[in-house]
């Protein structure tokens, strides 16, 4: 068993955090737990004050689930982590932690549609008020303050235009002001970004993605620092936030080969970018690890590397061009979701929500998912995708 995890490198914690064989029969893996009633050994053990991994009940978890949450926790630099059900329920989990009735909440223009559909439709619901503001804003989100605002919430890079924000300098005003800052860190993983190396107190993960891996569970994990953790763990004790343990060993899974996946993700995008920057039909490509992304600087800065959702602007297309390109593509399936083994590809709709900013472009953006396939593969099927696009739209 790993004896100091503080000297350790991340692929090192990605192969043995939160993993403890001598405690289960010698097995390299965390079994599956499959418990609601965990049995107590004496009325005395029963009445103890019990800690948070003390308290026996299914639905708190059992040996299953704090190896997924301390794997991340690890990795991604946090106090601690607790496993939810998807993506959005940690966004909930999240925003309902640090929320009362008369709080403000700053909210990135860029998030995840259904994050802002919780602010909007839930928060509002019991008094919250929420602002949307510019990605690009920086420390000017000082001037967006108000004397009620609590929580400042990013999306670095967001998951359809990959705009970049300015992470520690929006979380330092957010800390100068007292609020907390939380990020859905879904695309830079826990192995690229660490939230609270940069001054954030919350980190949300829809784990169906890169966690998972294989597009074969939904699950959602939210990383806290020390000052969040009390709040974070009663919100999700109280609303009873929970993950089946078959999903929540296939996310521990999933971390133990998070590295060597990504690192093919990031260097077939890289290329898939490169190829997508020289097409004559494509007005830009949004990756910022490519060099010629606006926020390339940025993601340079203060990721470690990139995961393989990107996006490209065409210069044009009509629905049927985009139709007859997009329908005949042999290895990408249209799905809304990303972070599998597999390609995908959808027609995305930026401006439909936005309030605080509007989305510019010449032509339709479309959203790929660069998976392990072989990279000359996918590059000939996008290839075949353009002559279909021209020949459509002549
Ligand atoms: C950036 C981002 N955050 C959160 C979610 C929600 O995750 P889930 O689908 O597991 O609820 C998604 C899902 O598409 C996402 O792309």
Request: aromatic content about 8%; some cysteine; glycine content about 10%.
């Amino acid at each position: 068993m790993m004896k100091d995890k503080s000297n350790k490198h991340p692929e090192t914690l990605l192969t043995h955090s939160g993993r403890d064989p001598q405690a289960h029969f010698g097995a390299v893996n965390t079994p599956i737990f499959r418990a609601s009633t965990i049995l107590q050994a004496s009325m005395a053990e029963y009445k103890r004050p019990k800690g948070p991994r003390e308290q026996r009940y299914g639905r708190r978890g059992t040996p299953t689930t704090f190896t997924l949450e301390d794997v991340i926790a690890d990795v991604e630099g946090g106090a601690g982590c607790v496993i939810a059900s998807s993506g959005l329920n940690a966004i909930a989990l999240a925003l309902l932690s640090q929320t009362k009735a008369g709080d403000h909440v700053l909210m990135a223009d860029c998030v995840y549609g259904p994050a802002r559909n919780f602010a909007n439709k839930i928060l509002a619901r019991f008094g919250v008020t929420t602002t949307f503001f510019d990605p690009a804003i920086g420390a000017d989100i000082d001037g967006m303050f108000q004397d009620n605002t609590t929580v400042v919430y990013m999306e670095a890079p967001g998951s359809q235009t990959f705009e970049m924000c300015e992470v520690p300098a929006i979380a330092a005003v957010a800390r100068k002001r007292g609020a907390i800052s939380m990020t859905d860190n879904t695309w830079g993983t826990p192995l690229f970004f660490s939230p609270f190396a940069h001054g954030c107190d919350i980190s949300i993960h829809a784990a169906t993605k890169y966690i998972v891996g294989h597009s074969d569970a939904m699950l959602g994990a939210v990383t806290y620092n020390e000052a969040t953790e009390e709040s974070v763990r009663d919100m999700a004790g109280t609303l009873g936030v929970f993950a089946g343990p078959d999903d929540v060993y296939l996310g521990t899974r999933g971390m133990r080969t998070l590295a060597v996946r990504l690192r093919q993700h990031q260097e077939s995008a890289l290329a898939m970018a490169d190829w997508l920057w020289n097409r004559p039909e494509v007005d830009r490509v949004l990756y910022p690890p490519h060099p010629k992304d606006a926020g390339h600087a940025l993601w340079k800065r203060d990721f470690t590397g990139g995961c393989g959702l990107m996006g490209f602007v065409l210069k044009e297309a009509t629905d049927t061009g985009l139709a007859a390109m997009l329908d005949g593509l042999e290895l990408y399936g249209m799905g809304a979701s990303w972070g599998g083994f597999e390609s995908l590809i959808l027609p995305a709709d930026p401006g439909a929500n936005r309030t605080a900013t509007t989305w510019n472009a010449p032509g339709p953006l479309i959203r790929i998912h660069i998976g392990l396939e072989h990279i000359d593969d996918l590059i000939a099927d996008m290839d075949a995708g353009f002559t279909r696009l021209a020949r459509a739209s002549n």
